[in-house]
């Protein structure tokens, strides 16, 4: 098990550090321009919006102010409401509608790219102009849905939770670089 999480940071070492960089930027610059960050994604996913809002909104490794995130997977009253009188389908995209703004940026996390309220709060962020950024397995469909895509190579649902967190404190630290330090600084 060991070797096979190294075996797939070393493919995501070949395959993913140009989405990743171009990611950064684009909430860096989100950031900068006073915009916001709505992580959101289902089970462990939710768990990792919640991990990566909250890096942005308290710190990660430096001391700076706090960025703007909001991962819409922790108030259950609203979930639950959206859920019960429209559909689960809906709890994100509903929250997008009314939190999202031009400019902003849509993260959201699954390990297959194809959870429907993950793919309709996508469709939700492009009509109102916001940046869309899937963090996912292989693909799925919101890997051609969305404007950056950061695509784990693997289909070990575990495995990829794994590297979700590790791609996660990686947009956090090069965005705190391209905000808030001169590059190869610590």
Same mark, same amino acid.
């Given at each position: 098990? =060991?070797?096979?999480?190294?075996?797939?940071? =070393?493919?995501?070492?070949?395959?993913?550090?140009?989405?990743?960089?171009?990611?950064?930027?684009?909430?860096?610059? #989100? +950031?900068?321009?006073?915009?916001?960050?709505?992580? +959101?994604?289902?089970?462990?996913? !939710? #768990? *990792?919006?919640?991990?990566?809002?909250?890096? &942005?909104? @308290?710190? +990660?490794?430096?001391?700076?102010?706090?960025?703007?995130?909001?991962?819409?997977?922790?108030?259950?009253?609203?979930?639950?409401?959206?859920?019960?009188?429209?559909? +689960?389908?809906? /709890? &994100?995209?509903?929250?997008?509608? #009314? =939190?999202?703004?031009?400019?902003? %940026?849509?993260?959201? %996390?699954?390990?297959?790219?194809?959870?429907? @309220?993950?793919?309709?709060? &996508?469709?939700?962020?492009?009509?109102?102009?916001?940046?869309?950024?899937? =963090?996912?397995?292989?693909?799925?469909?919101?890997?051609?849905?969305? *404007?950056?895509?950061?695509?784990?190579?693997?289909?070990?649902?575990?495995?990829?939770?794994?590297?979700?967190? !590790? /791609?996660?404190?990686?947009?956090?630290?090069?965005?705190?670089?391209?905000? &808030?330090?001169?590059?190869?600084?610590?």
């Amino acid at each position: 098990m =060991l070797k096979e999480g190294v075996d797939l940071r =070393l493919r995501m070492i070949e395959t993913m550090p140009g989405d990743i960089l171009e990611a950064a930027k684009t909430i860096a610059e #989100a +950031f900068k321009a006073g915009r916001k960050v709505l992580l +959101f994604g289902n089970g462990g996913s !939710a #768990a *990792d919006a919640q991990h990566i809002a909250a890096e &942005f909104m @308290n710190r +990660f490794l430096i001391e700076r102010p706090p960025l703007p995130a909001i991962a819409l997977t922790t108030d259950t009253s609203i979930l639950t409401s959206i859920s019960n009188d429209y559909s +689960f389908d809906d /709890v &994100f995209s509903k929250q997008i509608k #009314a =939190l999202g703004k031009k400019g902003d %940026i849509a993260l959201g %996390i699954s390990t297959s790219g194809n959870s429907q @309220n993950v793919l309709k709060a &996508f469709r939700v962020a492009k009509k109102q102009g916001m940046v869309t950024i899937a =963090l996912v397995g292989d693909g799925g469909k919101a890997a051609s849905l969305v *404007d950056i895509a950061l695509c784990v190579p693997s289909k070990s649902t575990p495995k990829i939770q794994e590297a979700h967190v !590790a /791609v996660g404190h990686i947009l956090c630290d090069l965005t705190d670089t391209l905000l &808030f330090r001169e590059v190869g600084k610590r």
